[in-house]
């Protein structure tokens, strides 16, 4: 796994934000992926049960704007930090950390923290 593998990954998942289409999100996960929507909660186990999730509290397309830079990547963990503004009346910001380890091109455990901007 490359850094490069990491941005694709990425990528796909700003496509899956945006589209809220079922395929596009499961094709992020590993069958038994673990998605921690905030570190300190229970994950949410297995493809099925995040694109559920995901789309119990999807963004609408168009509603976002996100940028990211890879902070580091090694032994198949990535380090995501992201901006993420809102185009709502007025703009709402979050700060967001990703915590992703990669098996092959699909993620089977993501984390992120995300923090509302002043």
Request: no cysteine; charged share 30%; aromatic share 16%.
């Amino acid at each position: 796994m490359r850094e490069k593998d990491l941005d694709r990954w990425v990528a796909k998942y700003r496509k899956a934000w945006e589209s809220n289409d079922p395929g596009h999100i499961a094709a992020l996960w590993t069958e038994d992926a673990l998605w921690y929507r905030r570190p300190d909660d229970e994950p949410v186990v297995g493809r099925e049960a995040i694109v559920a999730a995901w789309l119990e509290v999807a963004d609408a397309p168009g509603e976002t704007r996100f940028e990211y830079e890879v902070l580091g990547f090694g032994d198949g963990v990535g380090f995501v930090r992201g901006w993420t503004t809102y185009q709502t009346q007025p703009p709402s910001e979050f700060s967001n950390l990703w915590v992703i380890r990669l098996a092959r091109d699909r993620a089977h455990e993501f984390t992120e923290w995300w923090m509302e901007r002043p």
